[in-house]
């Protein structure tokens, strides 16, 4: 990476937010993506933005040098990804194809009111790889912010265009930018249940596991590398541990009596998962190998859905010790206190707590007059903000860059996913051709493959 | 038709001289396992003497479900007989196992759902037990909402689905 240059007049990211309006919005646009997305082998995602402001960050792309000859596109997916993001505008280039910084002439990218602009190419090398290079220049500035260029194989191109995204988004809004993740999420279509991990965007969506058993509560490893999941193939809920590379697999928890609710320490080493071994449903910590059983909380009640801070001090989990399901915390190492600390106060059901990847607060589902929604609690006030307004909100997880909150909604009898930003003040939704979607888990941050 | 009004029987008496102890379950109703088997002779009357009594349509040990009110886990008085019924089985073939699997509505928390599956077989164990069947003779599981016997979305499918199942090991 070269030519980093600070300087682009940034709108900051506080007042963009401020005038990101959020309305709702139904189900039309959704028939068209599941009409158009009709041909596909496997369920593919398509995610429709709801929500979206005024002040966004405009920003032209121009279709790179020779991208229509290679196998996927670039521009069309990082486009998508920005537009996504709910924080950019795209601008049409309507007509003008620079390539290459000289041939760039800056007042006719004002007249179009871009504030940022994309140019690249593409080559396609001996043996099938391909050259990409682009640069992202400051309109107003007329100067170059970065510069990057890869070669990739042609079955990584899309993974390529998520990788440029996540850059002029890093670079843009100073934010780390998600496009690059990947999502699990359970799809039950009839009487099958198929564990699915598909890119952030809903392309690539590959079956992990397929069952006439439900699967529920994914949980990826720190490393991006396994999946841990609740499988009923065998009468009852059993804790497995897949790989998805090799896709062996293997039962960490079947103890006597259920076993659920899976949650990865921040080192990968351990899971806290949730047992009816002693009675009552209690969290225990197991090595990632399933050895090394430990019982964490002592409660005479349902302790459930534990969730690790990022420095894997302590968890938050759910409990009805109270009299109602409430959330709780408690530090996880041995030797201190093990006392609970009740966390919610307003309303008789607070359940499905996940730390923020800043570990400052948590997101969980509240049920109040009108259902069960998203709502997020600052740790240190807190004070808690309802995210959203539908009717049967679930298992809320974030975006590895705390931005964004994927949960799982419902739509006239159907789940689907749903996202929304932490502030509240975007929204989009995710759906499938077919089936019940539902137990979505964001993955973690990928790390760039230079 | 001998054995199981034998088998019955035993249930009556070893019922009645089980010691009541602390469960880890938190059973509201105190006398929840304490009156068993009032009834199960009357239903046993018809029974066929071939017939396996666990499927006998007309022996009380073929009903195997056990219905809950709304966020209850309290086993209900009419639900007595029938589970002081299967703890009487157990309690005279003492190589039977049986698997409790709780079950909820569909609204809510799947994995909250799944503890309270969870208490809701862990009370019918707990009855079970106090009625002399052994512990190591049961396991109590839950499915949470994961299994729903009956699909819609109101209040009669919900009261279908709020319920823990009685399944033998081998069936």
Redesign the interface.
């Known amino acids: 990476m070269t030519g980093i240059i600070y300087g682009f007049p940034r709108i900051p990211l506080k007042a963009i937010l401020m005038q990101v309006r959020l309305r709702r919005f139904y189900s039309s646009a959704v028939v068209l993506f599941l009409w158009l997305s009709g041909a596909n082998a496997y369920a593919t995602l398509n995610i429709e933005i709801f929500g979206g402001g005024a002040t966004q960050i405009p920003i032209a792309i121009v279709p790179f040098a020779a991208e229509e000859k290679i196998s996927q596109s670039i521009t069309p997916v990082v486009a998508a990804d920005l537009q996504r993001s709910g924080l950019f505008r795209l601008v049409d280039p309507a007509g003008l194809r620079p390539h290459e910084p000289v041939e760039v002439s800056y007042p006719d990218w004002v007249n179009r009111g871009a504030g940022a602009l994309v140019i690249g190419s593409t080559t396609i090398l001996a043996g099938g790889q391909v050259a990409i290079r682009f640069q992202l220049l400051d309109v107003a500035k007329q100067e170059q912010l970065m510069s990057y260029a890869e070669t990739v194989p042609a079955e990584q191109l899309r993974a390529a265009a998520h990788r440029i995204a996540d850059m002029i988004y890093e670079k843009l809004t100073g934010d780390v930018g998600v496009f690059s993740t990947r999502i699990a999420y359970v799809v039950k279509q009839g009487k099958k249940y198929s564990l699915q991990v598909a890119d952030a965007d809903g392309y690539n969506a590959q079956p992990v596991i397929e069952y006439t058993e439900?699967i529920?509560?994914p949980s990826w490893s720190p490393d991006g590398t396994k999946l841990a999941y609740v499988s009923?193939e065998n009468?009852?809920?059993v804790v497995y541990v897949q790989h998805l590379a090799t896709r062996a697999r293997k039962a960490v928890a079947n103890f006597?009596?259920?076993n659920?609710?899976p949650a990865w320490s921040p080192d990968g080493s351990k899971l806290a998962v949730?047992l009816?071994l002693?009675?009552?449903?209690q969290i225990f910590l197991i090595n990632a190998d399933g050895g090394g059983l430990q019982r964490l909380t002592q409660s005479?009640?349902?302790d459930?859905?534990p969730s690790f801070s990022p420095d894997g001090r302590y968890i938050i989990f759910?409990s009805d010790r109270g009299g109602s399901?409430q959330i709780y915390r408690m530090p996880v190492a041995e030797g201190v206190s093990r006392s609970a600390e009740r966390l919610t106060f307003e309303g008789s059901?607070n359940?499905?707590p996940r730390y923020s990847p800043d570990g400052k607060s948590f997101t969980f589902?509240h049920?109040g007059g009108g259902g069960?929604n998203v709502a997020i609690q600052d740790m240190a006030t807190r004070q808690v903000q309802l995210l959203t307004d539908s009717r049967?909100d679930?298992?809320p997880s974030f975006a590895p860059n705390g931005r964004i909150i994927l949960y799982a909604t419902e739509i006239k009898?159907r789940g689907i996913l749903s996202a929304v930003s932490s502030d509240g003040r975007t929204r989009q939704q995710l759906s499938t051709q077919a089936g019940d979607i539902?137990?979505p888990a964001w993955g973690p941050m990928r790390r760039l493959q230079n | 038709m001998k054995k199981v009004v034998a088998v019955l029987l035993i249930s009556l008496l070893t019922a009645c001289a089980s010691q009541t102890k602390k469960s880890d379950a938190e059973v509201e109703d105190k006398s929840a396992g304490a009156k068993p088997a009032t009834e199960a002779p009357r239903a046993t009357t018809e029974a066929a003497p071939t017939l396996n009594p666990l499927t006998d349509p007309n022996n009380i040990l073929s009903r195997r479900s056990v219905y809950f009110e709304f966020d209850s886990f309290v086993v209900k008085d009419e639900y007595k007989s029938l589970v002081g019924a299967h703890a009487g089985y157990l309690r005279s073939n003492p190589n039977a196992r049986v698997l409790l699997q709780g079950n909820t509505d569909e609204r809510g928390s799947r994995e909250y759902n799944l503890a309270l599956g969870q208490k809701r077989a862990d009370a019918v164990r707990y009855a079970m037990t106090l009625s002399g069947a052994k512990e190591s003779q049961i396991e109590s599981v839950s499915l949470g909402e994961e299994k729903p016997r009956a699909s819609g979305h109101d209040e009669a499918s919900w009261a279908e689905n709020r319920r823990v199942d009685i399944r033998y090991q081998g069936e």
């Open positions: 439900p529920i509560s009923f009468k009852k809920p006597r009596g259920s659920s609710a949730v009816s002693m009675g009552g449903s005479s009640g349902i459930t859905e759910t399901p059901y359940v499905s589902i049920r069960f049967f679930e298992s009898g539902r137990e």
